[in-house]
T-cell receptor, first 113, second 121 residues
Framework: AQTVTQSQPEMSVQEAETVTLSCTYDTSENNYYLFWYKQPPSRQMILVIRQEAYKQQNATENRFSVNFQKAAKSFSLKISDSQLGDTAMYFCALQTSYDKVIFGPGTSLSVIP | GAVVSQHPSWVICKSGTSVKIECRSLDFQATTMFWYRQFPKQSLMLMATSNEGSKATYEQGVEKDKFLINHASLTLSTLTVTSAHPEDSSFYIC?????????????????FGPGTRLTVL
């Protein structure tokens, strides 16, 4: 069975500061994808960043980067220079090859001006 | 990225009636679409996988006779909530899978619709 765990239900960060959201997962598959999705108050799911498990290099997208530790099955998201628009629910997600996406319980992030 | 639409964006209905929600991939063909349910302040829960031209695959605990899914074309999947009751009130989100090749590498990505808020009185 595949599981995704996010141990931080809520977090807050001061504007312009850096914050790290944690995620651990479990799968017996060797090939899989990991994602971080953002869900703002509009509730539209937005893909923030993705990581292919076979790639050792951590993915980055502008202010967003991940720390992917495959052996530890850890996949944390770092948001640098936090902005007010980053306030949202953040979901870590796991997808094995051509299979369904399993979402973690989410972390509610508040950026404080 | 690719665009997925849902219609309606919100609906209010009386208990006992049926409600149909449409999910469309606007600029790509999707052989597979997914239906999720999300309660307030909770995560997305996969209800079923919808495959074009075949029966949907339901997750454990999801009543297939209550949540009817039809995927009649490569761009449209529908979810019908039959005999809706107040406990069916929720936010329903669909996603469509787009698989493609880019510079010799295959990608498999899901694109999400904006969701439908269902309220059953």
């Amino acid at each position: 069975a595949q599981t995704v765990t996010q141990s931080q239900p809520e977090m807050s960060v001061q504007e312009a500061e850096t914050v790290t959201l944690s995620c651990t997962y479990d799968t017996s598959e060797n090939n899989y994808y990991l994602f971080w999705y953002k869900q703002p108050p509009s509730r539209q799911m937005i893909l923030v960043i993705r990581q292919e498990a076979y790639k050792q290099q951590n993915a980055t997208e502008n202010r967003f980067s991940v720390n992917f530790q495959k052996a530890a099955k850890s996949f944390s998201l770092k948001i640098s220079d936090s902005q007010l628009g980053d306030t949202a629910m953040y979901f870590c997600a796991l997808q094995t090859s051509y299979d369904k996406v399993i979402f973690g319980p989410g972390t509610s992030l508040s950026v404080i001006p | 990225g690719a665009v997925v639409s849902q219609h309606p964006s919100w609906v209010i209905c009386k208990s006992g009636t049926s409600v149909k929600i449409e999910c469309r991939s606007l600029d790509f063909q999707a052989t597979t679409m997914f239906w999720y349910r999300q309660f307030p302040k909770q995560s997305l829960m996969l209800m079923a996988t919808s495959n074009e031209g075949s029966k949907a695959t339901y997750e454990q605990g999801v009543e297939k006779d209550k949540f009817l899914i039809n995927h009649a074309s490569l761009t449209l999947s529908t979810l019908t909530v039959t005999s809706a009751h107040p406990e069916d009130s929720s936010f329903y989100i669909c996603s469509a899978r787009d698989s493609y090749m880019d510079v010799g590498t295959s990608f498999d990505e899901q694109f999400f619709g904006p969701g439908t808020r269902l309220t059953v009185l």
